[in-house]
């Protein structure tokens, strides 16, 4: 069972900038799809990015384009997630989620991130 666990979550005030990190239990080259969730109170869940292991093609939501960045690095077991031009919508639970094929079988336990106004 592969564990993925977040970190760099944290209070920054709107326009500022965080670095998310998920950490894999196991080398991320066998988790295909890797990719960010979010989900904010009172809504979904909802997609936020996402890499493919197989040809590093990524994908992001219309609302982070332009100020989110994923990468993975597939020696460090890690995918990160910058986060440049924070605004207070963007406030929510962040989730590592992969898998080896294009489903996503596993999830992390979720990061903290609030933007202040």
């Known amino acids: 069972q592969v564990q993925l666990v977040e970190s760099g979550g944290g209070l920054v005030q709107a326009g500022g900038s965080l670095r998310l990190s998920c950490a894999a239990s196991?080398?991320?080259?066998?988790?295909?799809?890797m990719a960010w969730f979010r989900q904010a109170p009172g809504k979904e869940r909802e997609f936020v990015a996402r890499i493919m292991g197989s040809n590093g093609i990524t994908r992001y939501a219309d609302s982070v384009k332009g100020r989110f960045a994923i990468a993975r690095d597939n020696a460090k077991t890690t995918v990160s997630l910058q986060m440049n031009n924070l605004k207070p919508e963007d406030t929510a639970v962040y989730y590592c989620?992969?898998?080896?094929?294009?489903?996503?079988?596993?999830w992390g336990q979720g990061t903290q991130v609030t933007v202040s106004s």
């Open positions: 196991e080398r991320t080259f066998s988790l295909n799809l």
């Open positions: 989620a992969g898998g080896p094929g294009f489903n996503y079988d596993y």
